[in-house]
């Protein structure tokens, strides 16, 4: 992937954030969109071979637009300053936990786990680990998870103990969380080595416990309801 032609390109584009700028340079958006692209497509067989889970998929398939919904929004500027991939089964779509690799000028990261998950997704996530507290705080107390994300994002967090759980629990903390996800920034210099597909996976393999986690906790909830297909 040549990355310099990405970051080049979003950097402009966050400076021209407009119509007229962007259908002037649509070839330069594509040229940079076919980079993210071919380096997705060399991510998702390798994180195949350390995610079982993960089935065959294309990068289309888990590239996000780069048009905003600016409908409800009071910033109107009409493009994402980044480009974005969610790899999970399913799709970019997915309900289940995956592996994210966002690209923005000064702002890149590769993160993972879920964000914004279904109501009764995060309450059977919250059950699991109410559940198998002993079994989920070595995953992210581990010293590999420590190292790349430091430890989960805590993006509005509750300040309560969620319904239908008890505040006297020890760990009551691990179960505020309304996203279980984690971050690791990454600088422009990172991205735009010849080793940046290597370092993510390394990454990514660090993540791959806290996934499993929440993988087994929706496959219990998809099997209470009696769905064995995977829902989007």
Same mark, same amino acid.
């Not at 400076?15 to 969109?33: G, H, I, P, V």
């Not at 993210?36 to 060399?42: K, L, P, S, T």
């Not at 279904?118 to 992210?140: C, G």
């Not at 989960?152 to 760990?171: H, Q, V």
């Given at each position: ?13 966050? %400076? ?6 962007? %259908? ?93 998950? %279904? ?21 992210? %107390? ?46 422009n210099k990172l991205v735009n080595s010849d080793k940046y597909l ?35």
């Amino acid at each position: 992937m040549n990355a310099e032609i990405v970051i080049e390109f979003l950097s402009e584009l966050q %400076q021209n954030n407009n119509r007229d700028w962007f %259908q002037s340079n649509k070839e330069y958006y594509l040229e940079a969109k076919n980079e993210v692209e071919a380096f997705v497509n060399h991510l998702i067989p390798a994180l195949m071979k350390i995610d079982k889970t993960i089935l065959p998929l294309t990068a289309k398939e888990c590239m996000f637009r780069i048009y905003k919904d600016i409908r409800f929004s009071t910033d109107k500027s009409p493009y994402k300053i980044n480009f974005g991939a969610y790899i999970a089964r399913g799709g970019r779509k997915s309900i289940f936990p995956g592996y994210y690799v966002h690209f923005e000028n000064d702002n890149s990261f590769l993160s993972g786990g879920i964000y914004m998950p %279904q109501p009764e997704v995060l309450k059977a996530i919250r059950k699991e680990i109410f559940e198998n507290i002993d079994e989920f705080k070595p995953i992210i %107390q581990n010293e590999s998870f420590k190292k790349y994300f430091g430890a989960m994002d805590d993006e509005s967090k509750l300040s309560r103990a969620p319904k239908d759980f008890p505040a006297d629990f020890p760990d009551i903390d691990l179960l505020k969380f309304k996203n279980y996800f984690c971050i690791h920034p990454v600088k422009n210099k990172l991205v735009n080595s010849d080793k940046y597909l290597e370092y993510s996976i390394n990454v990514f393999k660090a993540m791959l416990p806290l996934n499993k986690f929440l993988n087994e906790a929706i496959e219990k909830m998809l099997e209470s309801k009696g769905e064995e297909e995977i829902i989007l």
